[in-house]
């Protein structure tokens, strides 16, 4: 993916060139220019050949221009945060990142080839790879210093309580597991390492936001469409924040049958190096996790994070 820079009002570097032909009547057409002085509008695109410079000029639109001046890296993250939470195809993705369907094939083209994005020819949904995303991250210095702490605290947790035990970190308007410890018990929820939640209606969530002040949180509770989840999750902000201050003053939070029907969660959250960087949970079947053994639970896992972190 190319990137591009600057604001509406500003321009490529200065090109040596002796004029352009700034119309066309053809979808689109390249000149090719001698070297002379003159500005190029930075809408339009210029591939270094050498002593020459092609320009390519759409007679109307490009396709590029549907988000302004900002740059392929930028819409390409944002696409990536939006399949980061569902599979979805091109025309989907468009209109959730505001660009047309070409401009998003285009983006989503560069992250297949990337390794970053797969695509399903059957459904024609593009969908993350999570796999690609853990190389980046396992081997960092501060990613191992973290899991040197949150994998043994992880399996403390299991170990006393039999429940299977998590950790879960933000990323776009949702919640998703970095690290797993798997319940031994029979009837149990099985899961994995880069499982989606809501951050509305999880636990996890609620935990995370329950460290925010009153702004950012307001920010926050702003911009989620408050989809996913069963009858019982919040469908607003004002009943968001209520029980995200719950949390706050319990530290903890409970999920009942919100995220999942027979599914219940509780998770606190953990503070790294000041600040705030995902939940601790537990979770298990609804019917061996009660509201009286949930609040147990979250006093525990508070206990525990305080002591390791």
Known sequence: MSGSTGGSDRHLPVWRTACY?????????????????EKIPRRRSVLDLGKER??????????DDDLGNMSHIRRGLMVLEQLATRSATAAEVGRLVNVNRSS??????DLVDAGYVARDDATKEFTIRPERFYGLIVNHPAHEQLMEKVGPLLKRLTGETGEASL?????????V???????SEVLTLRERIGTVRPIHCSAVG????????ARALDEVLGTLDYSGGTERAAKGP????????????????????????????????????????????????????????????????????????
């Open 21 to 37: 032909v700034a119309d066309s009547a053809t979808p689109l057409s390249l000149w090719r220019v001698p070297l002379r002085s």
């Open 54 to 63: 092609i320009i390519s000029m759409p007679d109307k639109r490009s396709p």
């Open 104 to 109: 998003a094939l285009r983006i989503l083209g």
């Open 167 to 175: 950790f879960a970190a933000p990323a776009s308007g949702s919640m």
């Open 177 to 183: 597991y970095v690290h797993y410890q798997p319940s």
């Open 206 to 213: 609620r935990a995370y936001l329950s460290t925010m002040d």
């Open 238 to 309: 004002l009943e968001l924040r209520r029980r995200v201050e719950e949390a706050r003053d319990a530290g903890f939070a409970l999920d009942i049958d919100e995220t999942l029907v027979g599914a219940s969660c509780v998770a606190a959250p953990l503070n790294h190096h000041g600040r705030c960087i995902g939940s601790i949970a537990l979770s298990g079947p609804t019917s061996r996790m009660p509201p009286e053994r949930l609040v147990e639970l979250g006093a525990l896992v508070a206990k525990e994070l305080m002591q390791t972190f």
